[in-house]
């Protein structure tokens, strides 16, 4: 291959690099160079590891990172969920295409507008507690929002609701394109509904499986900032029991002034984002080579 | 024969096209003129400006200010919640701030002050104008007053004057002292009826109890301070006191059950609606829900509990209005707030969000809602202290004044433990920001005044 063939494809690519690097990168550049000064307004004195030092000694902080890894709990949930829903309208039931619009629709809601109803549905004295009231579930009719120890749990229920719907797209359209003559060929040996999805059909999707579980896991270490505003009262709480790093991140630059700290925060979760993300190509490269 | 070839000729189709055009070209070119060079001689003035969001009318009376005004011409601009100080200041770093600079009260602009953004309006104000605001002792530093009181916000208890009859209290006399309170609380439950809260999912309600309880523990303002810098210690029983007093309410039954799952604004609905006796509000919701239950709304001062000099005070947070340092041209800035304070525009201020200017000068007989006008009485025309949780670092409200709150009320964390976890935000604060430390050390002799 000439050395012209080569840079060809970093040719087509260099428009799009420079317009990232233009409007990213400076911006990138001046949190990394934020991390290490004490900023007052727009700039500061360099104060070395400092801001690194008091973040990591913080117990917020780490109760915020605690936070972020308990959501991780729910990836499984989400999987299974999907998985599920996507193999059960894989087959077609009578009015399928309903349902899987029904399905998707919570992920076409914007986050404010679903967390705003729940949080009403949710209240102590809400429909979701009125329900169970009547149903003498009084046991089960907890403060949902409303306490320390049942609020990040609320959060995830509502989470695994509305990103689950993104793992049934993705695994049905998985599903429609596998052929459909393996299946039939198992039906025809005699394999029943379980045996079919979990020797057939779940093999074959295990590339794009991997692929939600990574994107779910980006998710839910840098991307559960509107859950958590929304359903926390805007601010992680009740108490600090909602408390995750994006949301530490904002308190410290808007709330507190300290955009030191912050850029602090935000180069650790940057680093364990790119470190993810460079996870995320390793498996949809693999995923590609199986295919999927 | 000789042509005479202007006058004599005909006067033809280009020809008029051409006068015409010509002399509407000048008469354009000349009524830009007149203006411009009028102009020139008259102050340009921007005014950022918020509170539209809490104080529907104000955008009314604003543009409506700026419009009747002639001494220079001040272009408005409303801003978003979420960037009124970052936008102040990011555009005083850069040289480009507005003349005219909405500020809230207490640390919300002192940042701004010792950043070296805005003025002292003492010397550009008149002294007599600044003092009929009530800035506030939160707005001095220095011995200067950095900001001019635009419109008041009492902070009141509400209580229900039906659900006091119902349980055979006396209406007119709602509880002054702690001892009453738990009484009338105790009174309130036999009656079937939930005796005080309100929301307090979003945070506020920690906030606002704070404004009420923890000030009947200090003697001054300052004294708040002291304990964010560390030369006084919120483990100090006094200093959490009012956290041990919300756990006394909650550890009784007093507080409303589904008080930690709503927010702030349906909390005090519960009061007004008549399904919760008592709860924390702010006046400037007065005028609608007196009008909303025909005057059977009370407000009263937070009864008593604590020995500090500042207990028992009505309590009048003030938002307010500055001018910036690198204005250009800051005398017609102060001009122009002085035209905000004469006795026609406060009143157009009322006719125009209901609500009441900040200002001495303020005739209270245009008050019609008898409930209002008593609240007026007793909160701004009497002797009343500033709310102190205003002079709170925004870490320190973040991380303890709201999750303490809570979390006492949730019954996860004791009055006590509240106090401990108080000590050790002020002190992570004080790591966090050893510059400002030194600047809040200076803020305690303003303050203590």
């Known amino acids: ?292 | 024969m000789t042509n005479k070839p202007n006058s004599a000729q005909p006067f033809g189709r280009r020809r008029f096209l051409q006068t015409t055009a010509a002399g509407v070209g000048g008469m354009a070119l000349g009524s830009l003129f007149v203006p411009l060079v009028a102009r020139a001689q008259t102050p340009e003035l921007t005014m950022w400006w918020w509170g539209e969001q809490e104080l529907p009318g104000l955008q009314a009376y604003v543009d409506e200010s700026v419009a009747a005004y002639t001494a220079a011409t001040v272009k408005p601009m409303l801003q978003d919640t979420a960037v009124v100080i970052s936008q102040f200041q990011t555009a005083a770093a850069a040289g480009t701030p507005p003349d005219i600079q909405y500020l809230w009260n207490g640390i919300y602009h002192m940042e701004s002050v010792w950043f070296g953004y805005l003025k002292p309006l003492n010397g550009l104000l008149s002294e007599d104008t600044l003092r009929a605001s009530n800035p506030t002792v939160l707005s001095n530093f220095g011995g200067n007053t950095y900001r001019a009181g635009w419109y008041p916000l009492p902070m009141v208890w509400y209580y229900n004057k039906d659900l006091f009859d119902k349980a055979g209290l006396d209406a007119d006399a709602p509880p002054k002292t702690w001892a009453e309170l738990l009484d009338a609380c105790d009174k309130l439950k036999t009656a079937g009826i939930e005796p005080l809260g309100g929301g307090m999912q979003d945070g506020y309600w920690a906030e606002w109890w704070m404004s009420h309880s923890f000030v009947q523990t200090l003697d001054t303002a300052g004294e708040a301070v002291e304990l964010f810098i560390g030369d006084k210690d919120f483990n100090d029983p006094r200093y959490h006191e009012h956290w041990v007093r919300l756990e006394e309410l909650r550890t009784l039954g007093f507080l409303n059950k589904d008080m930690p799952s709503l927010e702030l604004y349906p909390g005090i609905d519960l009061v007004v609606a008549g399904k919760l006796g008592m709860g924390q509000s702010i006046g400037s919701r007065l005028p609608a829900d007196s009008k909303a239950t025909n005057g059977r709304i009370g407000s009263m001062v937070m009864p008593v509990f604590g020995k500090g000099k500042l207990a028992g005070k009505p309590i009048v947070d003030t938002q307010g209005l500055g001018i910036a340092e690198g204005s250009a041209n800051p005398e017609a800035a102060a001009a122009f707030l002085e035209y905000l304070n004469t006795p026609e525009r406060l009143e157009a201020f009322h006719k125009a969000t209901g609500w009441l200017p900040s200002s001495s000068r303020f005739d209270a007989d245009l008050i019609e809602d008898a409930s209002v006008k008593a609240m007026w009485k007793a909160w701004g025309q009497s002797p009343n202290i500033t709310n102190v949780t205003n002079l709170m670092p925004g870490q320190f409200y973040e991380q303890a004044a709201i999750p303490t709150g809570q979390q006492v009320v949730q019954g996860t964390l004791t009055g006590e433990q509240a106090g401990e976890l108080a000590a050790r935000v002020a002190q992570e604060w004080r790591d966090f920001n050893p510059d400002l430390v030194e600047k809040y050390q200076q803020w305690v002799v303003d303050l203590s005044k």
């Open chain 1, 1 to 292: 291959m000439t050395l012209s063939r080569k840079l060809t494809p970093y040719l087509y690519l260099a428009p799009m690099l420079a317009l990232l690097a233009f409007v990213f990168g400076f911006s990138i550049l001046r949190v990394f160079e934020f991390s290490f000064k004490m900023v007052r307004g727009i700039d500061g004195p360099w104060i070395g590891l400092r801001n690194y030092r008091l973040v990591l000694s913080q117990p917020l902080f780490w109760e915020s990172v605690r936070h972020n890894l308990l959501l991780l709990l729910a990836i499984p949930a989400m999987v299974a969920i999907a998985l599920l829903l996507s193999l059960l309208l894989y087959d077609r039931l009578r009015g399928w295409k309903i349902y899987r619009t029904i399905l998707f629709f919570p992920y076409i809601l914007a986050i404010p507008i679903i967390a705003v109803v729940m949080k009403q549905m949710f209240q102590f004295s809400g429909p979701v507690n009125e329900v169970l009231r009547w149903l003498s579930l009084d046991f089960m009719a907890l403060d949902w929002i409303g306490s320390t120890d049942v609020a990040l749990w609320t959060v995830m229920m509502l989470i695994i609701w509305r990103e689950s719907a993104l793992g049934v797209i993705l695994f049905l359209s998985r599903l429609l394109s596998l052929d459909e003559s393996v299946v039939e060929a198992a039906r025809l040996d005699g394999a029943n509904w379980w045996q079919r999805a979990w020797y057939v059909l779940i093999p074959q999707m295990r590339g794009v499986i991997e692929f939600y579980v990574v994107i779910s896991v980006i998710t839910m270490l840098s991307a559960v900032f509107a859950y958590i505003y929304m359903m926390g009262g805007g601010r992680g709480g009740p108490g600090t029991s909602t408390m995750v790093t994006e949301l530490y991140i904002y308190n410290a630059l808007t709330r507190s002034s300290l955009p030191g700290i912050a850029s602090a925060v935000s180069v650790m979760l940057f680093v364990v984002s790119l470190a993810l993300i460079y996870l995320l190509f390793v498996v949809r490269r693999r995923a590609g080579g199986e295919g999927a």
